[in-house]
């Protein structure tokens, strides 16, 4: 069945640990996305791709980088967390053009001790 | 440039009466408008969505929602909600750029 997973679900982790949130989908979508949503429920888009090769930043700025080497693969990392990380991660991906909306993954929650 | 305003952040409601939630967009060229549902401890998940014609759109779980080109709104309606109702909703709009604006959210909370 085609979907999106992401990996961890849940993620306890120590102050200066580097961290890397996966994100894989089985779809052959072109374009991925990576938000981030705080406990007030505002999604913000901190990096997207339109395709492999290409990542852009987000609306909101953010500490983490990102990676597409292959089309079904957009991991997120973190090289040194801290608590401000904090937070819940949305990885979602679409096809190309407007018609079409977002398939999300049930998300991250990350947590920074 | 496009942006979403849902005008309520919480909407406290019993069960099996009517919800309404609110959405207003602005933008300088035609959108298409999307709904989505947020369970607790879960990704977003597709509500229903208005690309062209009829301006009453139907969506899964009972939910509808009218599309208002003079209003520039589209309102998300269910006429009798259940405990299992209980979420964040989100109104979503995408025009030229592809990539979708999100509003605010609105939380649900279905009282028994």
């Known amino acids: 069945e085609a979907d999106i997973y992401q990996t961890p679900r849940y993620l306890v982790i120590g102050t200066g640990k580097k961290i890397t949130l996966e994100c894989s989908q089985t779809?052959?979508?072109?374009?991925m996305y990576w938000y981030q949503q705080d406990p007030g429920m505002e999604l913000h888009l901190i990096h997207y791709s339109y395709g492999v090769n290409s990542t852009e930043k987000g609306d909101l700025s953010s500490e983490s980088t990102v990676s597409r080497i292959r089309t079904e693969h957009f991991p997120l990392t973190l090289e040194s967390a801290r608590p401000s990380h904090t937070s819940q991660y949305l990885c979602?991906?679409?096809?190309?053009?407007?018609?079409?909306?977002?398939?999300f993954g049930s998300g991250t929650r990350l947590t920074v001790v | 440039a496009q942006s979403v305003t849902q005008l309520d952040s919480q909407v406290p409601v019993f069960e099996e009466a009517p919800v309404e939630l609110r959405c207003n967009y602005s933008?300088?060229?035609?959108?298409?408008l999307f709904w989505y549902v947020q369970y607790p401890n879960q990704g977003l998940q597709l509500l229903l969505k208005y690309l062209s014609g009829s301006t009453l759109v139907k969506g899964i779980n009972g939910f509808e929602a009218e599309f208002n080109k003079s209003q520039t709104s589209f309102h998300l309606r269910k006429p009798s909600v259940h405990i299992s109702d209980t979420a964040e909703y989100f109104c979503a709009v995408k025009a030229a750029g592809n990539k979708l604006t999100f509003g605010g959210g609105t939380r649900v909370l279905v009282k028994p």
């Open positions: 979602a991906s679409s096809e190309y053009g407007q018609f079409y909306g977002y398939t």
């Open positions: 933008s300088s060229v035609s959108v298409y």
């Open positions: 779809m052959g979508h072109d374009k």
